[in-house]
């Protein structure tokens, strides 16, 4: 599933492509992956509007269009934003066309077909998960004065409380397990268990691992790409994720896994305490 560091790399691939372009026309070919307001409003507005810019708020882009109108998209599982040249064959798994001016549209893609879209404008408050992200990674705001109070009122395991888009914005499974690792941190451990220190080695971890994913361009594991079709690089980088059962590469322990806060969770009962 795409996360923080896979977003910002199709909202980096998408921008050259699409930004200044009108759309012309939007077909929807699965109408219920349009969560507001329905899809035959969301089609009609979206005609005629020019894409202004792109943003990313946790794992969701929003592109920001005249009119003051906002297309908010999160790919959960297997979304993605393609561009594609308008001679060239339609891409697999296609659910939406945007009809841009110029030589490429932009299509929606999806596998598994979680994916939502929302068409807001800036009265729209109450998309559900959007208004209420915390802080980001990388952001002056996640702040041990802003982490340990939470985790102090918390009894879960403390990679449930970070997985919590409400605690940190953009956080999935993969750099929840890489941040537990490199923080040294079980990721079962109840959240109140963790002393200060703890909670700011977490934070410099979190934000470790998230940087190291941006500047790899994200972690491709099976469906993620880009708006340029290409997979991330981050795979090879990774220390827990995805490999339960694999020697530590610290300290050649096997590899665990567990379930933890409903999630698949490797760690190291050596290196993570
Ligand atoms: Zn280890």
């Not at 297997?78 to 064959?89: C, N």
């Not at 530590?248 to 933890?260: D, Y």
Request: hydrophobic residues 35%; glycine residues 8%; proline residues 4%.
């Amino acid at each position: 599933m795409p996360e923080l560091p896979e977003v910002e790399q199709v909202k980096k691939t998408l921008y050259p492509h699409v930004v200044g372009k009108k759309i012309n026309t939007v077909e929807i070919r699965l109408p219920r992956l349009i969560k507001y307001p329905t899809a035959e409003i969301f089609a009609e507005k979206l005609t005629g509007r020019t894409i202004t810019s792109i943003e990313r708020k946790g794992k969701y882009l929003r592109l920001n269009l005249d009119e003051n109108l906002y297309l908010l998209v999160h790919l959960r599982m297997t979304g993605a934003l393609l561009v594609i040249k308008k001679m060239a064959a339609e891409p697999l798994y296609a659910k939406i066309k945007f009809v841009l001016t110029g030589d490429e549209d932009l299509w929606f893609t999806d596998i598994r077909t979680f994916g939502t879209l929302y068409l807001i404008d800036h009265n729209d408050k109450n998309i559900e998960g959007y208004d209420t992200l915390g802080p980001e990674p990388l952001s002056k705001e996640l702040t041990v004065d802003y982490l340990a109070p939470i985790c102090s009122k918390k009894s879960a395991a403390i990679k449930g409380v970070i997985l919590d888009q409400k605690v940190i914005a953009g956080l999935g499974n993969i750099y929840a397990d890489e941040a537990l690792f490199a923080a040294g941190i079980l990721p079962q451990r109840p959240a109140n268990s963790l002393n200060k220190e703890e909670i700011a080695r977490l934070i410099e971890a979190v934000n470790a691992v998230i940087a190291q994913g941006i500047k790899n361009h994200g972690t491709t594991f099976r469906n993620y790409q880009d708006a340029d079709g290409n997979q991330g690089d981050n795979v090879k980088h990774l220390f827990v994720y995805g490999r339960k059962g694999e020697k530590c590469k610290v300290c050649g322990e096997t590899l665990c896994g567990l379930k933890v806060a409903g999630r698949g969770s490797t760690y190291c009962s050596k290196c993570q305490r």
